[in-house]
């Protein structure tokens, strides 16, 4: 049976978070609460969770402080919080769950799901999250993917170009290596808005530093550094256009 402490500065969300548990996901065994970073701390030395919900703004420091004090931490962490821009973003491109106050129980199943399929995974992307955290205004520079066998993580600067598959998506790399994830070519996106990528066609994403040349005929379509041809869609072809121009 999977175990759980939960960290929470308000009595009254971890009596809602510790009920929701018990109703929707009655196999983890909650080994218990805290209510700041040094109870949390004092707790965390006396057991090992597989799972810890933490909390994000607590009465004594951030979650992130008790993240810090366990530098090797080998629990799943969920994080509860309440909305705010840099942090959903930081945890996305971490790729780390996380549940927004007041919690849904079906997000809640989800989160708690993905972590005990990921119990036996590293937690190095726990180090891109402190990263993005730390430097908030800055656009991170790597990216946690998470497939069903690891979590790699990968400089975004590699990544030549995504592909759909699906519900899936396909991560071409500059070292030629290939990596399946299971989220949408839309999530990745919306994540990489701000970087240097173009989304050429609906099953294609790209990075535009990777281009080597656009070829007219044929409808036109990209060559790739790594010699890979993608298409562009007729109503793209303008934006890509307009874009390359101004990289001159």
Sequence with gaps: MPTAILVDDMPQALDVLKADLQDHCPDIQILGTADSVINAAKLMNKQQPDLLFLDIMLGDGTGFDLLEIFPNLSAKVIFVTAYEEHAIRAF???????????????????????????????????????????????????????????????????????????????????????????????????????????????????????????????????KMKNGDNIPVAVRKKAALIELLDNLR
Excluded: M, W
Aim: include cysteine; glycine fraction near 4%.
């Design 92 to 222: 996305r491109f971490a790729a780390v769950d996380y549940l927004l106050k007041p919690i849904n129980p079906e997000n809640l199943k989800g989160a708690v799901e993905r972590a005990k399929q990921q119990l036996s995974f590293s937690n190095e992307n726990i180090d891109i999250l402190k990263e993005t955290i730390r430097h908030p205004d800055d656009l991170p520079k790597r990216i946690s993917l998470h497939t069903q066998e690891k979590i790699v993580i990968v400089d975004i600067e590699t990544i030549i170009r995504c592909e759909s598959d699906g519900n899936n998506t396909l991560f071409y790399l500059k070292s030629g290596d290939r990596i399946f994830v299971t989220k949408t070519l839309k999530q990745f996106d919306q994540l990489f808005e701000e970087h240097s990528f173009f989304r050429t066609h609906q099953s294609h994403l790209i990075n535009i530093e990777h281009i080597q040349e656009y070829v007219r005929k044929e409808g036109g379509y990209l």
